[in-house]
């Protein structure tokens, strides 16, 4: 029975073995196919590695063409932006150059129907230039020209132009030449009727050239009194003011200008509460001129504390005599002698050329037209800098100003008016009145602040001194005065330094008693300590018998020193209390200088 189980054990066994070996070789080859698919997959990847590999390369490839197209594209954008601006400007500029082309045939055709409407004035303004510098006179006295040419042409003119003022004025000059004084009375009597201060100034200048000043000086005077605004006084009133200042037109026209801003001056401080606002109308301009004492005087401001500022102002105040005395020499120095003949007549030359090159209310329109269309052709067409250009020379050639206006510009601020070193004398001729009055007031405001005496205080003591710098100060008996009080200050202080007897007996005492109870109290270390303590006490109390001297010795020496040092202030300050209000005194006593000072150099 049991060889039989076991026979079928192993049957069993040899099943199983069977199985697992089937099994075996179906794994195995499993395993085969599976190491086949695993040589196939890597094979696989392997191309596919090499694929991407190209892939990757095709890639770099394509980006560096990309990178280069965007380079080529930025390069592309980059000329188009230039050739774009480049169309810009040239379209600009094409644009500029039409207008300035436009430009410039609308000022060929406005000039050419300038030169048709008013070319022949351009010939007698040539003509009256002529009569008025005395070219054309010249040339009639010596027989090369004969007054009935010049008549003819004149009256030619007026035929085709009879409003023209200046034709009748040149009309009125050649006649006298000729002498007929009714066709002269005539020209005259119609130049007034066309344009009466023109008119005026145009005779006063041909008689001022022919050398007759009296006649000169009484049209001169009609220009001044019917044409003249004080209010309004432009440039051409300037220049016509530098020729009569500096004699050009005689002393007759001098005389008669100086009347008429002595007038102008009256009109203007009517009443008196006018005539105080036309004083005080100078004392900005001259407080500007003042000069402060600095730090000349130190000693005397840290003495005198918070009175410094009083008297400082005041002092200030009185250097307006020495500050407009020097103000006035150094932009007025004495005229030129003008009893000498002089070879020239600038001022009146450019009078002339202002005058006579003034343009009437019909030709300014048209004028100003050619002048902005001469300007935007200059500009290529640059609008902007044209009106810029075009408004500053327009505003020049209107700026005007009033008589107080000139006035302050001809005495104070010489380099914002064009006007010659006579002009500006005679300017001063008005104002000096004023100048002397506003500085007498000032001088009177600076005196106000000066009292009779000054407090002055040095280390603590104060005296009363005089502000007159004559008036004698006994600087012996102050020196003696001082030095008593700051000693007996310094005694004082030394005396309040007294003995510490708490100090001196308590600290002796209990020292001693701690060094004679330790030994029975105390042992060891605790002992030593108390020992030490005792000796310190006893030290500290026993040490006030020196520190009292040695305090008043301190005091006193110190006492000495500031002494010493308030000896010299004082002295300081004394020799600059009459230093101070002598100078003080020198610029109040240039009043009288500054009342007689004369600009004319006499």
């Known amino acids: ?68 197209l965007q380079t080529d594209l930025d390069g592309t954008k980059s000329d188009v932006g230039r050739l774009k601006a480049d169309f810009t400007d040239f379209r600009s500029q094409y644009e500029r150059d039409q207008a300035v082309l ?19 004035r351009n010939t007698i303004r040539s003509l009256a230039g002529g009569l008025v510098r005395q070219l054309t006179p010249k040339l009639v006295k010596r027989g ?67 050398g007759d000043h009296e006649r000169a000086g009484d049209w001169m005077d009609g220009y001044l009194q019917r044409a003249v605004n004080p209010d309004r006084l432009g440039r051409d009133f300037l220049v016509v003011l530098d020729a009569v200042a500096s004699r050009e037109l005689g002393d007759h026209a001098h005389s008669y200008a100086r009347q008429v801003m002595v007038r102008w001056a009256a009109e203007a401080a009517a009443g008196s509460a006018a005539a105080r606002a036309s004083i005080h109308r100078w004392k900005p301009q ?19 504390g918070t009175q410094w500022q009083e008297l400082q102002e005041g002092w200030r105040l009185a250097t307006v005599t020495t500050a407009t005395l020097t103000h006035l020499r150094k932009e007025f120095p004495p005229p030129p002698d003008h009893t000498a003949p002089t070879p020239s007549h600038p001022y009146a030359e450019a009078a002339v050329d202002r005058l006579i090159g003034h343009l009437e209310p019909d030709e300014a329109t048209l ?12 500009h290529r067409g640059n609008e902007e800098a044209a009106q810029e250009e075009h408004e500053l020379r327009r505003q ?49 405001a600076s005196l106000s602040r000066r009292q009779p005496t000054i407090r002055i205080a040095i280390e603590g003591w104060h005296t009363d001194l005089p502000t007159d710098p004559s008036e004698s100060v ?20 030394a005396g309040a330094v007294d003995r510490n007897l708490p100090r001196r007996f308590g600290g002796t005492v209990g020292g001693l008693a701690v060094l004679a109870l ?57 020799s600059m209390r009459i230093k101070f209000f002598a100078d003080w005194d020198t610029h109040v006593a240039r009043l009288r200088e500054l009342r007689a000072w004369d600009p004319m150099g006499l």
């Open 474 to 493: 006994d600087e012996r008996a102050l020196a003696d005065r001082l030095d008593a009080d700051l000693l007996a200050r310094t005694e004082a202080a």
């Open 396 to 444: 020049a050639d209107a700026e005007v100003m009033d008589f107080g206006t000139l006035l302050d510009n001809a005495v104070f601020k010489p380099s914002q008016i064009a006007l010659g070193d006579d002009a500006r004398r005679l300017a001063l001729m008005q104002v000096l009145p004023n100048l002397r009055a506003a500085a007498e007031e000032i001088v009177t």
């Open 286 to 304: 001259l407080t500007t001129l003042l000069t402060a004492p600095g730090n000349r005087y130190a000693p005397l401001e840290q003495a005198c």
């Open 1 to 68: 029975m049991s060889e039989l189980e076991d026979d079928v054990s192993l049957n069993d066994l040899g099943r199983d073995l069977r199985d697992i070996r089937a099994r075996l070789e179906r794994r195995e080859t499993e395993l085969s196919e599976l190491r086949d698919q695993h040589g196939a997959l890597f094979r696989g990847l392997n191309t596919l590695r090499g694929t991407t590999s190209e892939l990757t390369t095709s890639v770099k490839s394509v980006d560096d063409a990309t990178k280069r």
């Open 518 to 574: 330790a030994p029975f109290l105390f042992v060891g270390a605790l002992l030593s300590l108390a020992l030490i303590l005792g000796v310190a006490i006893s030290t500290w109390g026993l040490l006030d018998l020196n520190r009292v001297p040695a305090e008043r010795r301190r005091i006193l020496a110190d006492g000495t020193r500031q002494r010493q040092i308030a000896q010299r202030m004082l002295s300081q300050v004394l």
């Open 102 to 120: 436009r430009a410039q045939f609308e000022l060929d055709r406005i000039t050419e129907d300038w030169r048709q409407k008013f070319g022949n």
């Open 144 to 210: 090369a020209l004969r007054t009935a040419n010049l008549r003819n042409g004149v009256e030619a003119h007026l035929v085709h132009d009879p409003d023209f003022w200046l034709a009748h004025a040149a009309l009125a000059v050649v006649a006298r030449l000729d002498g007929n004084e009714e066709l002269e009375l005539s020209a005259m009597g119609q130049a007034q009727l066309a344009a009466p201060g023109k008119a005026d100034l145009f005779f006063a200048l041909a008689a001022a050239r022919a």
């Open 367 to 378: 004028y100003t037209k050619i002048e902005w269309l001469r300007r935007f052709v200059d």
